[in-house]
């Protein structure tokens, strides 16, 4: 439904957690949908457990429309010239739907296995 382009690994990852969140805006028609795929950016040997996932009008705030905290499964890593592992992560949550326009989807209070950074 809304793709941001291909990962690559090496430009701008942001931190979810320690009370940091990234929000990115996407534009849809009339659509329902349940699941959610991302790249996170994890040192070695971390896994990314959980995210709150919010989707809203507006970055960071407005009406919401889904704010739930998203268990996810982890594959995909390769390492990138950083030193991090780079992975896809997916999971699924209650279902939202959603008119045409434009929304907001928010990312934060990540938590890995070894209590470290997700970005």
Known sequence: ?????????????????????VSDSFTI?????????????????DVLQSAEV???????????YLDQTVNFTQ???VSNQYGFNVCTESGEFE????????YWLTLENATSNFGDPVY
Do not use: H, K
């Not at 795929?37 to 040997?45: E, I, K, M, V």
């Not at 919010?54 to 919401?64: D, H, K």
């Not at 279902?95 to 434009?102: M, Y």
């Open 29 to 45: 028609g009339n659509a329902s949908f349940r699941s959610l795929a991302f790249s996170a950016w994890l040192f070695p040997g």
């Open 54 to 64: 919010i989707v809203s009008s507006q970055e960071l705030g407005g009406t919401i």
């Open 95 to 102: 279902r939202v739907s959603l008119d045409a326009g434009t």
């Open 75 to 77: 594959g995909g890593c």
């Open 1 to 21: 439904m809304y793709d941001n382009g291909p990962t690559n690994g090496t430009v701008d990852a942001w931190v979810i957690n320690f009370g940091f969140a």
